[in-house]
C-alpha cells in the first residue's frame, strides 16, 4: 500500500499553463507539505497544512496555491508556469509536528518548456 | 531561515570502509536533528533521528554535539548499497514542522 501518493510522476508542460499536481495520504496523519527540490537538489519548505489548516508559507510566488479539501489530501496549484518552476515537488505528511517522523511522496518532476 | 550546511562531496569509498558525513546548523534554537537518505531521481527517506546521547542503528552511528552546533553521521563496513545522497536535517522550533534541509552529501561505494 502507497502511503504518501502523488500524481502526475511525470508532468511536462507550456510555460504560461496552469497545472495542479495531487496528494493524498493513507496514514491517517494530520499534517501535510509541500517541498520543492531544484536542479541544485536543495530541498526546500513551500507550505504546510495541519487539518487542513494552513501553517506555514514560504515565501512562494502567488502562483502557487495550496488547496487541503481533507486532512488526507493537499493538491497544489500553479497558475502562469514560468521556466524557473521546473523542479521536483515532493509532497509530504506527519502525525503531527515537533519531532514527528515525515514520510515523503515518489515526487512530481514537473518540467516547463 | 537558518542554514544547514554540508560538505557535497562526492565520497568514493570502497565496499567496507567506514565512512563519516559532517552537518553544521546555524540556528543553536534547533531541536530535532535527523539524517536523510534520497537515492537517484527518488523521495528522501529517514535514515535516523540524532539524540543528544548519539544513537547507533546497525552500521550506522549519529552524532549530536549542541555546543558545536555540530552532527555526524558514521557508516561502517559501507555497502554497495549505502550509495545515496545524505541529507543533515535540522527542525526548528520557529519554524512550524517544517524540516530545513542541508544539500547532502554525495556517497559512493565502489566494489
Known amino acids: 500500500d502507497t502511503a504518501v501518493s502523488q500524481t502526475p510522476k511525470y508532468l511536462v508542460t507550456q510555460m504560461g499553463n496552469d497545472k495542479s499536481i495531487k496528494c493524498e495520504q493513507n496514514?491517517?496523519?494530520?499534517?501535510m507539505y509541500w517541498y520543492k527540490q531544484d536542479s541544485k537538489k536543495f530541498l526546500k519548505i513551500m507550505f504546510s497544512?495541519?487539518?487542513?489548516?494552513?501553517?506555514i508559507n514560504e515565501t512562494v510566488p502567488n502562483r502557487f496555491s495550496p488547496k487541503s479539501p481533507d486532512k488526507a489530501h493537499l493538491n497544489l496549484h500553479i497558475n502562469s508556469l514560468e521556466l524557473g518552476d521546473s523542479a521536483v515537488y515532493f509532497c509530504?505528511?506527519?502525525?503531527?509536528?515537533?519531532?514527528?517522523?515525515?514520510?515523503f511522496g515518489p515526487g512530481t518532476r514537473l518540467t516547463v518548456l | 531561515r537558518k542554514e544547514v550546511e554540508q560538505d557535497p562531496g562526492p565520497f568514493n569509498v570502497p565496499e567496507g570502509a567506514t565512512v563519516a558525513f559532517n552537518c553544521t546548523y546555524s540556528?543553536?534554537?534547533?531541536?530535532?536533528f535527523f539524517w536523510y537518505r534520497q537515492d537517484c531521481r527518488k523521495e528522501p527517506k529517514l535514515l535516523m533521528s540524532?539524540?543528544?546521547s548519539g544513537n547507533e542503528d546497525g552500521r550506522f552511528t549519529a552524532q549530536l554535539n549542541r555546543a558545536s552546533q555540530y552532527i555526524s553521521l558514521l557508516i561502517r563496513d559501507s555497502k554497495l548499497s549505502d550509495s545515496a545522497t545524505y541529507l543533515c536535517?535540522?527542525?526548528?522550533?520557529?519554524?512550524?514542522?517544517?524540516?530545513?534541509f542541508g544539500k547532502g552529501t554525495s556517497l559512493l561505494v565502489t566494489p
Open positions: 509530504a505528511s506527519s502525525l503531527g509536528g515537533g519531532g514527528d517522523t515525515q514520510y
Open positions: 496514514l491517517g496523519h494530520d499534517t
Open positions: 497544512y495541519n487539518n487542513k489548516e494552513l501553517i
Open positions: 540556528n543553536s534554537a534547533s531541536q530535532s
Open positions: 540524532v539524540y543528544s
Open positions: 536535517v535540522v527542525k526548528d522550533s520557529n519554524s512550524g514542522y517544517a524540516l530545513n
